[in-house]
């Protein structure tokens, strides 16, 4: 499995950005996926999560809803929509997926990582 994010960018506060994350390979609905981000000299965070059906969504405290997570299993992409943008936000946001149900909040049961897109949010 291979993943592939994209869609960062700059944008001021209480913009919106669509991330993307491609994958490749083997994935398929049995896999649960998720983002997480680092910014500047902090640990990785958990972002949000999304069952392998995209039925089941969980969110950070800190994102609860301003983002959206969603998938196209045919489409093999993963989406996520970040709204009411603030400039805690800016970090590198990386997508990353893992062979099972439900949602998955931590990082190092993740057995698959894309690298990075950076967003930036300008106060």
């Known amino acids: 499995v291979q993943l592939q994010a994209s869609g960062g960018g700059l944008v001021q506060a209480g913009g919106s950005l669509r991330l993307s994350c491609a994958a490749s390979?083997?994935?398929?609905?049995?896999?649960?996926m998720g983002w997480f981000r680092q910014a500047p000299g902090k640990e990785r965070e958990f972002v949000a999560a999304v069952s392998g059906g995209g039925v089941t969504t969980d969110y950070a405290d800190s994102v609860k809803g301003r983002f959206i997570i969603s998938r196209d299993n045919p489409k093999k992409l993963m989406y996520l929509q970040m709204n009411s943008l603030k400039p805690e936000d800016t970090a590198v946001y990386s997508c990353?997926?893992?062979?099972?149900?439900?949602?998955?909040?931590?990082?190092?049961?993740?057995?698959?990582w894309g690298q990075g897109t950076q967003v930036t949010v300008s106060s």
């Open positions: 990353a997926a893992v062979r099972g149900s439900g949602t998955v909040r931590t990082a190092y049961e993740y057995d698959y």
């Open positions: 390979g083997g994935m398929t609905s049995r896999y649960a």
